[in-house]
């Protein structure tokens, strides 16, 4: 079965980085789009970014120039650098397969929490 697991995320300052991970089993990772989301408290979940098998990406406005995604084909991993970090960025992240045509996700991780302290 498809399984998303999420780490890396915690406490850090305004301004510092942080680096989250998925690790992803149960499908042929290279073959789906993946991306990153996140919810914060009393908001809608939001797409962060996301990543096609070929390495093509998009971002969300919020994070252009700050959040890097990329992925290891080979590891089955996706990751998400964050730099220059902002309050405004403090929400539970969440790892997806994301269907393209759909523009949605079908498979989530269980989110991991990252908070940014000003």
């Known amino acids: 079965q498809v399984q998303l697991v999420e780490s890396g995320g915690g406490l850090v300052q305004a301004g510092g980085s942080l680096r989250l991970s998925c690790a992803a089993s149960?499908?042929?990772?290279?073959?789906?789009?993946m991306g990153w989301y996140r919810q914060a408290p009393g908001k809608e979940r939001e797409l962060v970014a996301h990543?096609?098998?070929?390495?093509?990406?998009v971002y969300a406005d919020s994070v252009k120039g700050r959040f890097t995604i990329s992925r290891d084909n080979a590891e089955n991993t996706l990751y998400l650098r964050m730099n220059s970090l902002k309050p405004e960025d403090t929400a539970v992240y969440y790892c997806?397969?994301?269907?393209?045509?759909?523009?949605?996700?079908?498979?989530w991780g269980q989110g991991i929490q990252v908070t940014v302290s000003s």
């Open positions: 149960g499908f042929i990772f290279s073959s789906y789009t």
């Open positions: 997806a397969r994301y269907i393209t045509p759909m523009k949605r996700a079908d498979y």
């Open positions: 990543i096609s098998g070929g390495g093509g990406t």
